[in-house]
């Protein structure tokens, strides 16, 4: 991470994302394009982008396919870097192309993944929907 990146919030993404407020959405803007050339350098904690995913499909009710596309193309900016980026990339992906589970249940299951882990506790059932990171309930 470069020295003189920022952490950047989650009403500065939403703003960005949705131009719902022009003076604010204009300067979000200018900030993202210089992320994209890799001009300016910030950090955007997995955290955030649960805020987002919130906002977007509860609030705003913006579709899950897009929601996942935009926040993809964001995740893949030069100058954004954040916590566990593969992970929030595919969880992304698998939560875009399925119905059940939630953007926090598909992030679990990729981390758990991602770390070496096969196995996920919890007393969801939808959870069996992963490849490789089966579902047990504590006994």
């Not at 249940?105 to 919890?122: E, N, P, S, W």
Request: proline share 5%.
């Amino acid at each position: 991470m470069a020295s003189n990146a920022a952490l950047v919030d989650t009403n500065v993404i939403l703003r960005h994302l949705l131009g719902d407020i022009p003076d604010h959405a204009e300067r979000a803007n200018r900030l993202f394009d210089d992320v994209m050339r890799g001009d300016m350098h910030v950090y955007v904690p997995s955290t955030v982008f649960f805020e987002v995913v919130y906002v977007l499909t509860q609030r705003a009710k913006v579709r899950v396919v897009d929601a996942a596309d935009a926040l993809i193309a964001l995740l893949g900016l030069p100058g954004l870097d954040t916590d566990h980026p593969a992970a929030l990339v595919e969880a992304m992906r698998l939560w875009r192309g399925q119905g059940p589970l939630s953007f926090a249940d598909c992030f679990h299951l990729v981390l758990a993944k991602q770390l070496g882990m096969t196995r996920i506790y919890t007393f969801d059932q939808k959870m069996d929907r992963y490849p490789g990171v089966s579902r047990i309930e504590p006994s």
